[in-house]
């Protein structure tokens, strides 16, 4: 798991099965993110951003990243710019009705 608070790029690299109690399972960043050719996969957080959790004045650039997503929010965005290209999140496809409720999503 990576926590920041400067610059951070983030570069061919793999997240798998991190936690984080509150935020950001893999990456929680309060600065700018530039993540590229990256991929997560079942990383989980107890409040927000699964994967990634984004909240600063700065900006997040994503470019060729995966996110095979568990069930939750993924991504958590708050941020002066977000720009992504390449960007794939699939879901859990095993998800049975009664995981689902309202503050849960991909």
């Not at 991504?75 to 879901?91: D, H, M, P, S």
């Amino acid at each position: 798991m990576i926590e920041s608070f400067s610059q951070v790029w983030v570069v061919s690299s793999e997240f798998k099965d991190n936690y984080a109690d509150t935020s950001g399972g893999a990456i929680a960043s309060s600065s700018y993110l530039d993540i590229t050719s990256t991929n997560f996969t079942a990383n989980s957080a107890g409040i927000n951003g699964n994967d990634i959790f984004f909240k600063c004045t700065d900006d997040l650039y994503l470019d060729k990243v995966t996110v095979l997503a568990s069930l939750g929010r993924s991504i958590f965005v708050w941020g002066r710019k977000f720009e992504a290209y390449g960007l794939t999140i699939k879901g859990d496809i095993n998800l049975s009705t009664n995981d689902l409720d309202e503050s849960k999503g991909i």
